[in-house]
């Protein structure tokens, strides 16, 4: 079955720094792949998606993707993150269930930012 | 134009008893899908409805049941609360069936807080 691993639970970084936000997929062919993001008591919201073509995908907020085959992975990252990115963000891949297309999430990296 | 909008926001309930969680999908949207997210979890998909039908479960008991209107809007139900059915149910509305493995967007609610005490 497709899923999503996100090794890292928690990480911390300082407010300017860079960001690496980890995600690996398991699928065997050219999968559907997302990056959304969670702030407390919100609904998720759409950073990126990647679906095929170039593989460093654009989102928004300064995010981007890049997807690696070779690597089963799609990791997340930000140059220069800000204390307003604090968040939950969740990679996920599309599945098909009884001909319904369902989003299958990865557990999470909660993200807290140092001033 | 409103998003898409879920009531109650929080609720409590106690073991046995039942609950309906509402969602109100964005205007012009035809499909709903429903997550469960609990704590320290990634949302997992309960439903998916479209145009008033069923497109697809997730792995959950048959205590768990839903359905649309015809305005679009749709219910969960939950019979017979445990104690793991404490979790943040999501609604997700989208213009297709087929979103998000294709260029329409899904777009989730704040949720309601489900606490079974």
């Known amino acids: 079955a497709q899923s999503v691993t996100q090794p890292d639970i928690h990480i911390t970084v300082s407010e300017g720094a860079s960001l690496e936000l980890r995600c690996n997929y398991s699928y065997g062919a050219t999968p559907y792949l997302f990056w959304y993001v969670q702030s407390p008591g919100q609904g998720l919201q759409l950073l990126l998606k990647?679906?095929?073509?170039?593989?460093l995908v654009q989102g928004i907020k300064g995010f981007e993707a890049e997807f690696k085959r070779s690597q089963s992975s799609f990791n997340l990252r930000k140059p220069s993150v800000h204390w307003s990115d604090a968040a939950e963000y969740f990679c996920a891949v599309v599945t098909l269930v009884q001909g319904a297309q369902k989003l299958v999430f990865g557990q999470g990296t909660r993200l807290t930012i140092n001033p | 134009d409103a998003g898409v909008t879920q009531s109650p926001t929080h609720l409590i309930k106690t073991r046995g008893q039942h609950v309906t969680l509402r969602c109100s999908p964005i205007?012009?949207?035809?499909?709903v899908s429903w997550y469960q997210q609990v704590l320290g979890q990634g949302p997992q998909f309960i439903f998916q409805y479209y145009e008033k039908e069923e497109r697809g479960r997730g792995n959950f008991p048959d205590r768990f049941s839903a359905r649309q209107f015809p305005n679009y809007s749709s219910e969960l139900n939950v019979n017979a609360l445990l104690l793991g059915d404490s979790a943040l149910y999501l609604c997700?509305?989208?213009?297709?069936?087929?979103?998000?493995?294709?260029?329409?967007?899904?777009?989730f609610g704040s949720g309601t807080q489900l606490s079974v005490l």
């Open positions: 990647y679906f095929s073509g170039d593989t």
């Open positions: 997700a509305s989208s213009l297709v069936a087929g979103a998000p493995a294709t260029n329409e967007k899904l777009f």
């Open positions: 205007s012009g949207h035809k499909s």
